[in-house]
């Protein structure tokens, strides 16, 4: 294979860049060029295309979002919109394709394989966690870190009032990234789509605290399990507590990768092109301390579940 492309689609994650880097490093040091796609799949319809050189890497592993920017595209999701970005690849001698991505970027990649033969891996890229076939994306560790030391902040000022707060995280369909920062950050609750909950009981279990001593408390919520502001104000008429809420938004996706995604990042970015070079196609992912290889569409066919395990650790804990 001698000539590759790679993009980032969907929402951005930490991370992104050092997985951009291990793809062109990797492809640059097997005698491949490197093309770019700047905006993701909208970027691929318009021919938004650029050289990669190893000079134009330097320095991005620490950096966060996308240096080739990311956009969604309703476009692409559409027969016609996938043959234009399939011609602009085929039209620049592109044999293989790199998307660095989450769920719906895997069934864009997904398209371009099946339907116009364009050999195509899937780095994971979400800090939703969702995604089948790996154990871990890019992102997500740092989107846990950034909310933890959030949590953290605010632990320091519910004790300084006697209050509780409602922290609104991330995750409208997957309580992975809830959980790990309610974990990590010593909260009380965890609200997430997975399990059922009563706002009435944790309400109640909130009251018995304060009368044993406890003077604030932590409740995480993934943003598809409840709207923190709503649970802020039920659990404030259930206890008499002065309750606030905080949605953390997209602070989560932003800041520099930890030390672990930059690791994930490069490791999954030259798999991927490893993959390429061996006229394969699939999903580069990570279980235990090993990179693995499944098919693009274990994205969607299977669905990651959570770990009940740890989610009783959490209510556990939290007593």
């Known amino acids: 294979m001698k000539t590759i492309a790679v993009l980032t689609s969907g929402g951005d994650s930490p991370g992104m860049n050092p997985a951009i880097r291990g793809v062109v490093r990797t492809a640059v040091a097997a005698g491949m060029e490197v093309i770019g796609v700047r905006r993701g799949y909208a970027g691929l319809i318009e021919g938004d295309l650029i050289e990669l050189r190893t000079t134009w890497v330097s320095g991005i592993i620490r950096e966060g979002g996308t240096k080739l920017l990311t956009a969604r595209s309703e476009e692409f999701k559409t027969p016609a919109g996938q043959r234009k970005g399939a011609e602009t690849l085929k039209a620049r001698g592109v044999e293989g394709l790199v998307v660095i991505g989450g769920n719906g970027s895997a069934h864009g990649a997904y398209c371009l394989h099946q339907k116009f033969g364009i050999a195509t891996v899937l780095v994971p890229s979400s800090i939703d966690n969702d995604l089948a076939g790996t154990d871990v994306s890019i992102g997500f560790q740092t989107a846990v870190n950034t909310a933890v030391e959030a949590i953290d902040k605010i632990r320091d000022t519910a004790v300084s009032h006697d209050r509780?707060?409602?922290?609104?995280?991330?995750?409208?369909?997957?309580?992975?990234?809830?959980?790990?920062?309610?974990?990590?950050?010593?909260?009380?609750?965890?609200?997430?789509?997975?399990?059922?909950?009563s706002l009435t009981k944790i309400?109640?279990?909130?009251?018995?605290?304060?009368?044993?001593?406890?003077?604030?408390?932590?409740?995480?919520v993934a943003e598809?399990?409840?709207?923190?502001?709503?649970?802020?104000?039920?659990?404030?008429?259930?206890?008499?507590?002065?309750?606030?809420?905080?949605?953390l938004g997209h602070v989560q996706r932003g800041g520099s990768p930890c030390a672990t995604d930059r690791i994930l990042g490069v490791r999954l970015g030259a798999a991927a092109v490893e993959l390429?070079?061996?006229?394969q196609n699939g999903m580069v992912g990570i279980k235990g301390s090993e990179v693995v290889v499944s098919p693009i569409e274990t994205v969607w066919r299977k669905k990651k579940t959570i770990d009940k395990d740890l989610y009783e650790l959490a209510r556990t804990l939290s007593q």
Do not use: C, N, W, Y
């Open 164 to 197: 509780v707060f409602v922290v609104e995280v991330m995750g409208r369909e997957a309580g992975f990234l809830a959980l790990e920062v309610a974990l990590a950050g010593g909260a009380e609750h965890v609200l997430i789509p997975e399990i059922p909950f």
């Open 276 to 279: 390429l070079a061996k006229g």
């Open 224 to 247: 598809g399990a409840a709207k923190g502001i709503a649970v802020a104000a039920e659990i404030e008429a259930i206890t008499g507590a002065d309750t606030r809420a905080t949605v």
């Open 203 to 220: 309400g109640i279990a909130i009251k018995e605290g304060h009368e044993r001593g406890k003077v604030s408390s932590i409740i995480v």
